[in-house]
């Protein structure tokens, strides 16, 4: 075959049509930027990452470096070691589940637990219902198992917590899944039991999955009638429960995260999971065992602390003109309304939006939140307190001076 005059059009490759329908996470990118500008030694105080202060417990990393040691650095099972499952179900239970090990699914991270649930009971086209304001990877995750976002927007009026009457007005035919999670990120509030039952209701009677995110869980901080969804056992085969180790024992970077559910759908999730990454970090398996197995009083310093914060910042912004704030029941979150500082204008800067709202503060306060349009909530910013009362104490005068200057 003679080649010499054949010619070659060169190709203009693009990522898949599937990539770049996907946004990336808007609270990583905040994330990112605070680490950009710290390289290049501008000093800003984040409140944007949401991600504990404190350093994983003692217990906990002793247990990592004696895994080490024994030798405990390869495969483990797709779906975790069974001590960790074991531990896992004994942890619900004791809440009021009813788990076998054979129904706990260990991940890298809540977040890979969250995708794997949905592409475990989703088909192309199935409607999940999605609470407004959500975590900002909510319809993403969806989108990527091929379902449709239905929101439902809430109030501060109703403590931004969904109710039958809305979902009622929702449903529809296609309507396969919805996402709840309690305590909030980003708003931190908490749904109590009978709210909690009554939606567990809603979905029995239109025969509705749950997929309830409880990575907060353990960080609950006022006196509230509440509990797991796993306590109700009419809903246990439809309820798709996550939950991890990252906020309640500061270890995210060890990336440990778990499903928990009944046959089919948890069986559906290890076929998925075993075609992705595979068992979770063997190391960080044998830390999260250590956590489980200490006494919950010894994380009450950092709850404690946390409740601290919490008080000191909500207290800060709700004296400040021009804020309206929810004050947060649990998680490290606070979601103030910042709609009365669009219009004015600082230095030629004009406040058209949150997101310029952000910009601003990290200009002029060098202060990093994140935009309440990465949650559907394009009127609010989210402030995490999960970092020192020094630097809380700092970010709000800075705050307070800059928004001052807002006209």
């Not at 402030?383 to 020192?388: L, P, Q, R």
Request: contains cysteine; hydrophobic residues 40%; glycine residues 6%.
């Amino acid at each position: 075959m003679d080649t010499q005059n054949l010619t070659f059009q060169r190709k203009t490759w693009q990522p898949s049509h599937y990539s770049q329908n996907i946004e990336g996470s808007k609270t990583l990118a905040v994330t990112a930027r605070v680490a950009e500008l710290r390289r290049q030694g501008v000093e800003v105080i984040s409140l944007g990452a949401g991600e504990p202060d404190f350093n994983t417990p003692a217990p906990i990393c002793e247990a990592a470096v004696q895994a080490i040691r024994s030798g405990h650095t390869k495969y483990t099972p797709n779906a975790g070691i069974f001590d960790l499952r074991q531990a896992i179900a004994e942890f619900l239970n004791r809440m009021g589940g009813d788990y076998a090990p054979e129904d706990i699914l260990v991940s890298n991270g809540a977040k890979q637990s969250i995708v794997n649930a949905l592409f475990a009971t989703l088909d192309v086209g199935d409607e999940v219902l999605v609470p407004v304001p959500y975590w900002t990877s909510y319809p993403e995750q969806v989108k990527m198992a091929g379902g449709n976002c239905v929101f439902l927007q809430t109030t501060a009026e109703h403590n931004y917590k969904i109710y039958p009457e809305q979902l009622e007005e929702a449903v529809t035919a296609k309507t396969r899944l919805l996402i709840l999670n309690s305590p909030s990120n980003p708003t931190g509030m908490v749904y109590t039991r009978d709210e909690l039952e009554a939606i567990c209701h809603f979905c029995l009677d239109h025969d509705i999955l749950i997929l309830s995110d409880e990575i907060y869980i353990q960080l609950i901080y006022d006196a509230i009638d509440t509990t797991t969804l796993a306590a109700f056992e009419e809903i246990r085969e439809q309820l798709m429960l996550v939950n991890g180790f990252s906020k309640s024992h500061a270890m995210t970077g060890w990336r440990l995260g778990y499903l928990a559910a009944k046959p089919p759908f948890i069986q559906a999730a290890m076929k998925i999971q075993s075609h992705t990454t595979s068992n979770a970090c063997s190391i960080s398996q044998y830390a999260a065992l250590a956590a489980l197995q200490m006494p919950e009083t010894d994380l009450d310093s950092m709850k404690q602390e946390f409740r601290r914060r919490r008080d000191y910042t909500t207290e800060r912004l709700m004296n400040m003109p021009g804020i309206s704030l929810v004050k947060p029941q649990g998680a490290f979150y606070l979601f103030p309304s910042v709609a009365q500082y669009f219009g004015r204008q600082a230095n030629g800067t004009v406040i058209r939006s949150a997101m310029d709202l952000s910009q601003y503060l990290l200009d002029e306060a060098r202060i990093a939140v994140v935009p309440g349009e990465a949650f559907g909530a394009p009127e609010n910013i989210r402030i995490s307190y999960a970092t020192s009362l020094e630097n809380l104490q700092k970010a709000m005068d800075s705050m307070e001076e800059a928004l001052s200057r807002l006209q």
